[in-house]
C-alpha cells in the first residue's frame, strides 16, 4: 500500500521561498504520475503542480506558473515542490498525490481519479 508524507511546510513572508517534500514508502512513484494539491479554507481543492513518469511533462497552474517548480527524484521515491515568490493566496495546506492512471498530467491534476493516494497535508502560511 501507497504511503505518503508531507514535509517542509512553514511560516513564510511574502516574496519568501518553501521547498515541499513528498517521500512514498510502499509502492515505487516510478509508475504514477504525481502532483502536490492545496487547498485553503472555504475553497476547492486545487491541483498546483503535476508531473509524469512516463515523460516527465509536467502541469502548473497558471497561478503558480513561474514561481514553482516540480521534481522528482527517482532513486529517493521523493517528489518536490520548490516554492518561489510566495504570495499570501499560496496559503494553503499542500497534499501530495500520487496517480495510478493513464492519462495526461493535466488530467490527473485537475481531476485525481478516485484511486489517487494522498498524503496528510502541510500547512502553508504566507503572511504578512
Known amino acids: 500500500q501507497l504511503q505518503l508524507v508531507e514535509s517542509g511546510g512553514g511560516l513564510v513572508q511574502p516574496g519568501g521561498s518553501l521547498t515541499l517534500s513528498c517521500v512514498a514508502s510502499g509502492l515505487s512513484l516510478n509508475s504514477l504520475t504525481v502532483g502536490w494539491f492545496r487547498q485553503a479554507p472555504g475553497k476547492e481543492r486545487e491541483g498546483v503542480s503535476c508531473?509524469?513518469?512516463?515523460?516527465?511533462?509536467?502541469y502548473y497552474a497558471d497561478s503558480v506558473k513561474g514561481r514553482f517548480t516540480i521534481s522528482r527524484d527517482s532513486a529517493k521515491n521523493m517528489v518536490y515542490l520548490q516554492m518561489n515568490s510566495l504570495k499570501p493566496e499560496d496559503t494553503a495546506v499542500y497534499y501530495c498525490a500520487a496517480d495510478p492512471r493513464y492519462a495526461t498530467v493535466q488530467e490527473i491534476c485537475i481531476a485525481p481519479g478516485p484511486f489517487a493516494s494522498w498524503g496528510q497535508g502541510t500547512q502553508v502560511t504566507v503572511f504578512s
Open positions: 508531473i509524469s513518469s512516463f515523460d516527465g511533462s509536467t
